[in-house]
């Protein structure tokens, strides 16, 4: 299990990986951390001419608080941002995603913008990006632009980048005041990726209602999905039990198509969907209410 | 295209004319001849192939030999200090942590790798610190109590 | 909780950690994939994408044309080579022959139809790719049942049907008993397919010597002079011109048993090509193409009285056994195996059997520990604690009335086991005692009141071991099963242990030298066990079905008693006393009483080599003997019981915790033993809860990276808890039985025990395995559509 022959650029500096990219278009891959690029290619599944690889571009391993927002360069890896005293304290949904990604080894050389680049419907980092409302910042040819997380997310393994372009950094929104959360999954194995996911954050008022939610499912889709649906329910109103039983009621109603594979049917992950949004407006809501 | 690259194992610069295709688990066991290093998958979920990068616990098989030019690398092979087992190959020993040996190397890694980042860890944390190794002879029993008989103890 | 029957030494039964041990903590262990021989080449095989599809051409002009190519072989280029074919001789059985490399068809994903030789294993592979087969697919069937149907496809036209074997057994009076029954009960159980999936793939080199004739094959085997005998047979080299050689074997699981075509092509192409080419295999392959296992369609009958007590059985039990019924054990293995120990460790006088092999679409099964029984055994228990729900009875009261007792011991059962010994009830009233069994049914209730749901899985059992000819014949498998040891005293003083039994994991070199060290009364570091060189031990059959520790054990005793016997004789006559009253231990012979009166053990080996004065006339101054072992049939038993917790809203399962009580007769290491334990209810609770290859209707494999096929992690394992009870053998060397396989046959009944035990209340139906959290959800009627 060798992977093919492929032609390895080890660029310095952003301008110039993104210089080879364009040069190279469709045929030329990124190679950051490598944790899913690289299994496809020992497995043949991939097979691109060139892997352009951004380990050797400088100034990239970033993750730093910056206007209200939790910023993560294209270098740094899972492991250091799971342990960012700044992800703790402004974004600590963040790291919470990532202790559910694999395994040590994995998030030690794993980035969390090649996860949210590679954009398997599955994975947490994508799902929470989406929850959030995170920024994506894509460098290219023709400068930069910023991407909402909604609008970056099209379909399986499919991102809006065009050929050429990086992903160059994620910004995601500071929790805010009175404000709790949630990422809970249901996996095979402890690291697996989702048979289905949901993540969940709850503002509430001075009044106890809910002035803020957001709710987003991973691995029940081709992509991460939001759920106006459900947060329609809670949105103004305490969330109290039934209202969370009628938001996840609302969640497993919305979704359209469920993937089905060896490991679950589409009406499985859709009957968890449902499970996993009420237990994750729950914790969410005694985060909130704990962080009175 | 062949590309020269150096890195030092295990103390040892080992420098070597490689193609960009080469995973680093391959010419740690056929270019610095260090075979200890096993494959048991090679798409990076066993961790047999588990080595020190710069430090860091790594899957070996995915990562190209080219882009551990210059790094530090770290294998079972230098666990042992001056004919001396380090104290995880002697807790291993004395808890029966392996049958055929063929994942030990990996679970050496990570368990070393575990106990640098938290050196007195519950058994909890040493089984999820180790949940990205598999070995199929031990139902990690072994492993569990040889990583737990160490922790809190010094270097 | 020990009884001790046999007198100890200072060895036999320590806890001794194991002298192997050091090369691999220090990574200086050798497997096959870590050797290198000067001018190798690699090979890569070329595999059907197809589950079913006849080869109509093909063309490797573009792979023999790439970079570093040296040779690309098909059938044509290996015709001379017999096909492999199981040598089973069972009246009714029917022979599927498999070319080495598929000639006209290919029966399953995964089947080699080339191989590409190249400077390494990158450049195999890129050529490889290029090899253009011209395929015509056909419908292909992947479930035995519909394999058995009129017009399904067929895998080989000539048999006229994919059914290689059906019989019906009859023991006793079933159809009577079923007519005096007050009650009959019934049960379906799909068990699910999954692999030994051994750590280390399979793999081999082979270097071939012109001028000598000789071949050198280092292979990841079980059994290396089964092997050589083989290759022997394939090939036509003479069996003493073949030396197979096992370096470090990572693994087995009985997955190492079976001759594979791949070791026979890379054997062919090392002789043809002139240089020595070395195969390992990858993941992928080894999911795709290594034997596959323990997949049974069950179908079962009870007949019982109102209280309780079982009257007769019966059983269907139909092995899917792939793509053909594959040489050493035939698609029998499993659904025999399981069929003739349904009974398991109950009274059950009358009992019919319908055994039925089918070939279908996928990869061949064979051996994995406790091949067969993992399936029976698991569809027993579930099924036993279905009618103990329906009467009303706590499943531990309606084993405990229908479970042999020790009194009745030895028992013979209407299915033809002779049970030597055990402790079959005291083994279930430990393991309960050591779970809690009775605070945990009232935790299981208190907990259920908070809408919590804790199940107790419970699965006593009894394990045919020590696989000699008597239990061949006895669990169906008539073959003649023996092996052999030499043991030697060096002029040195030390002791030489040369097994034709295998370890690949299990550590022989610890327990066998345990063995021999108290025999000759030297440290163990004066033994050194040599095993896995055709060149360096005497000819046996190799390791698989728990049969080390007795055969290896048995004849290692008997060796070293007979080199003992020497050695008293020769320092009799040196210390000028009757052998009878000398002791040997410490490494040296002295007259009881007088323990001034001594002679070291080097020093009577060296006057037994050089000093003839010492020895009669013509009497063998070498310290060796080679004995051979061929054991009655004994039984180990043991109860495993499993505390699960399910969540009903997503099926997830959480494993508390594992109680093994473990009953092997004599045990050589407990160390040792326990290790065995945890390995085994590991792969069960993997077989239960995680592992399926699974295929879809055309025969497409979709669990072939272990991404899909799930093995258990550290997170997965929960601490599992061994007792030991000891009741040795009256029929054996030693007292000792064999173990390895009971954790594997009777975990999984306790894991799925636990989980249907905790679904109580939602009368839950499961008739397939594994549980994943979707089946649970179904079991309990949660999702429906």
Not at chain 2, 51 to 80: H, K
Not at chain 3, 487 to 492: A, C, G, H, L, M
């Amino acid at each position: 299990m060798k992977p093919p022959s492929f032609e390895y650029f080890a660029p310095t500096t952003l301008d110039e990986a993104v210089a080879l990219l364009a040069q190279h278009g469709d045929e030329a891959k990124v190679l950051a951390g490598g944790q899913s690029l690289v299994p496809m290619l020992n497995l043949r599944l991939a097979r691109p001419a060139a892997l352009v690889d951004l380990n050797r571009v400088t100034g990239l391993d970033y993750v730093r608080a910056e206007n209200g927002h939790v910023v993560i360069g294209a270098l740094a890896r899972q492991r250091a941002v799971e342990r960012s005293a700044d992800v703790a304290a402004r974004q600590p949904l963040i790291a919470a995603a990532i202790r559910l990604i694999g395994h040590p080894a994995v998030r030690n050389r794993g980035t969390v913008v090649g996860s949210l680049a590679h954009a398997d419907p599955a994975a947490e980092l994508p799902a929470v990006a989406v929850a959030l409302g995170a920024e994506m910042v894509v460098t290219g040819p023709n400068g930069e632009r910023v991407v909402a997380a909604d609008d970056f997310f099209v379909s399986y393994l499919t991102v809006d980048l065009a050929p050429g372009e990086v992903l160059k950094e994620a910004r995601f929104p500071a929790l805010p005041p009175r404000t709790g959360w949630s990422i809970v999954e249901v996996a095979r194995r402890f690291g697996d990726f989702a048979l289905a996911g949901a993540v969940a954050t709850l503002t509430l008022d001075d009044q106890g209602a809910a002035s803020d939610v957001r709710v987003a499912l991973f691995g029940v889709a081709d992509r991460p999905v939001r759920v106006p649906e459900a947060e329609q329910v809670l949105r103004g109103e305490r969330p109290d039990d039934d209202r969370i039983a009628a938001a996840a009621e609302a969640a497993r109603a919305a979704l359209v198509d469920p993937p089905s594979d060896v490991h679950a049917s589409a009406a499985y992950r859709r009957h968890v969907a449902g499970v996993l949004v009420g237990r994750a407006l729950r914790e969410a809501r005694e985060r909130a209410q704990a962080s009175g | 295209m062949k590309r020269a690259i150096a890195l030092t194992i295990n103390g040892v610069r080992v420098e070597a004319e490689v193609e960009p295709r080469k995973t680093l688990a391959d010419f740690i066991r056929e270019d610095a001849e260090l075979t200890g290093t096993k494959l048991g998958c090679e798409h990076g979920v066993c961790g047999a192939c588990t080595v020190l990068l710069n430090g860091e616990a790594v899957r070996s098989c995915l990562i190209f030999a080219v882009q551990a030019d210059g790094a530090e690398i770290m294998t079972v092979e230098g666990l042992a200090q001056n004919g001396q087992f380090h104290k995880l190959q002697q807790a291993f020993w004395e808890n029966h942590a392996l049958q055929c040996g063929f994942c030990t190397p990996g679970f050496l890694m990570s368990s070393y790798a575990l106990l640098q980042e938290n050196p007195n860890p519950t058994e909890d944390e040493i089984r999820e610190g180790l949940s990205g190794n598999i070995c199929r002879c031990t139902g990690y029993q072994g492993i569990v109590a040889a990583v737990k008989s160490v922790a809190g103890s010094a270097e | 909780m020990v009884q001790m029957a046999t007198p100890r030494g200072k060895w036999i039964g320590a806890r001794v950690k194991r002298v192997e041990d050091p090369r691999f903590l220090t990574g200086d262990a050798r497997y096959v994939a870590d050797l290198t021989l000067p001018r190798m080449v690699h090979a890569a095989f070329v595999r059907s994408p197809y589950g079913h599809a006849r080869i109509k051409g093909i063309d490797a002009s573009a792979a023999l044309a790439a970079p570093g190519v040296i040779a690309v072989l098909t059938h044509a280029d290996v015709a001379s080579v017999p096909p492999l074919q199981d040598p089973i001789a069972l009246d009714g059985l029917k022979k599927t022959p498999q070319t080495v490399l598929a000639s006209d068809k290919v029966r399953f994903v995964g089947e080699p139809v080339a191989v590409v030789i190249a400077e390494d294993r990158y450049l195999a592979e890129d050529a490889a790719e290029l090899v253009q087969v011209d395929y015509e697919p056909l419908p292909a069937v992947t479930d035995a049942e519909a394999a058995m149907a009129e017009g399904a496809p067929l895998l080989f036209e000539d048999l006229g049907s994919n059914v290689v074997y059906d019989q019906t057994y009859r023991f006793g009076d079933p159809d009577s008993a079923f007519q005096q029954a007050d009650r009959t009960f019934k049960k379906r159980l799909h068990t699910n397919r999954f692999m030994a999936s051994p750590m280390e793939t399979r793999g081999c080199i082979g270097q071939y010597d012109r001028g000598l004739g000789e071949l050198t094959f280092w292979s990841s085997t079980q059994m290396p002079h089964m092997l050589r005998l083989s290759l022997a047979g394939f090939l036509g080299i003479p069996e003493q011109k073949i030396r197979v050689i096992t370096p470090e074997v990572g693994g087995g699981f009985g997955q190492k048993m079976t001759l594979y075509p791949e070791e026979v092509v890379v054997a062919f192409l090392a002789r043809h090509l002139q240089r020595p080419v070395k195969w390992i295999e990858d993941r992928r392959e080894n999911l795709m193409s290594a034997t596959h296992a323990k997949e049974q369609i069950i179908e079962l009958e009870a007949a019982l009285t109102n209280d309780g007590t079982l009257l007769g059985l019966r059983a269907t039990c139909i092995g899917d056994g792939g793509g053909y019924s594959f040489n050493t054990a035939s698609a029998l293995v499993e659904p025999q195996a399981a069929a003739l120990m349904m009974p398991g460790l109950y009274r059950v006088a009358n009992y019919e059997a319908r055994v039925v092999a089918v070939v279908t679409n996928k990869t061949p099964v064979g051996a994995f520990r406790a091949v067969g029984w993992t399936a029976g055994h698991t569809a027993r228990e579930l099924f036993f604690d279905e009618i103990a729900r329906e009467l009303g009875m706590d499943p531990v009261e309606f084993r405990r009335k229908n479970m042999i007792h020790e009194d009745e011991l030895p028992y013979t059962t209407c299915s033809g086991q002779v049970y030597d010994s055990g402790s079959y009830v005291k083994s279930l009233d430990l393991a309960l005692q050591t779970v809690g069994y009775d605070e945990l049914r009232a935790r299981q209730a208190e907990l259920r009141a908070q809408g919590r749901y804790l199940g107790i899985g419970i699965s006593p059992y009894v394990e045919p071991t020590a696989w000699g000819s008597e239990i061949a014949l006895q669990v169906g498998f008539p073959f003649p099963s023996h092996d052999n040891a030499r043991v030697s005293i060096e002029p040195s003083g030390k002791v030489t242990v040369a097994v034709t039994t295998h370890s690949h994991g299990q550590g022989h070199e610890t327990t066998l030298a345990q063995v021999a060290a108290d025999i000759l009364g030297v440290d163990l570091a004066d033994v050194t066990v040599v095993f896995g060189d055709t060149a360096a031990t005497p000819w046996g059959m190799g390791t698989y079905a728990s049969r080390s520790a007795v055969i290896g054990g048995g004849a290692v005793t008997l060796a070293a008693q007979e080199v003992r016997e020497k050695i008293l004789k020769i320092a009799g006559r040196m210390l000028e006393a009757d052998p009878a009253d000398l002791v040997l231990a410490d490494g040296k012979v002295s007259v009881q009483g007088s323990p001034d009166r001594s002679v070291t053990l080097a020093e009577v080996a060296v006057s037994s080599y050089f000093v003839n004065s010492v020895r009669a006339e013509g009497e063998d101054p070498t310290l060796t003997a080679t004995r051979f072992y061929d054991p009655k049939a004994t039984y180990s038993n043991g109860c495993i019981v499993v505390v699960a917790e399910v969540d009903p809203e997503t099926g997830q399962v959480r494993l508390d915790r594992v109680v093994s009580v473990e009953d092997c007769g004599t045990v050589l290491n407990p160390m040792i033993v326990d290790g065995q334990i945890h390995g085994a209810v590991a792969q069960g609770i993997g077989g239960t809860l995680y592992e399926h290859l699974v295929y879809d209707d055309q025969g497409q494999l979709l669990t072939g990276t272990f991404m899909d096929y799930l093995l258990p992690t550290a997170t997965e394992v929960p601490p599992i808890q061994v007792e030991h009870l000891e009741t040795p053998s009256p029929v054996t060397v030693q007292g000792i039985k064999g173990m390895g396989e009971g954790g594997l046959m009777a975990s999984p009944a306790a894991v799925a025990g636990a989980v249907l035990d905790a679904l109580a209340p939602f009368t839950p139906k499961v008739e397939e395995l594994p549980l994943s959290p979707e089946r649970i959800l179904r079991a309990i009627g949660t999702i429906t559509d």
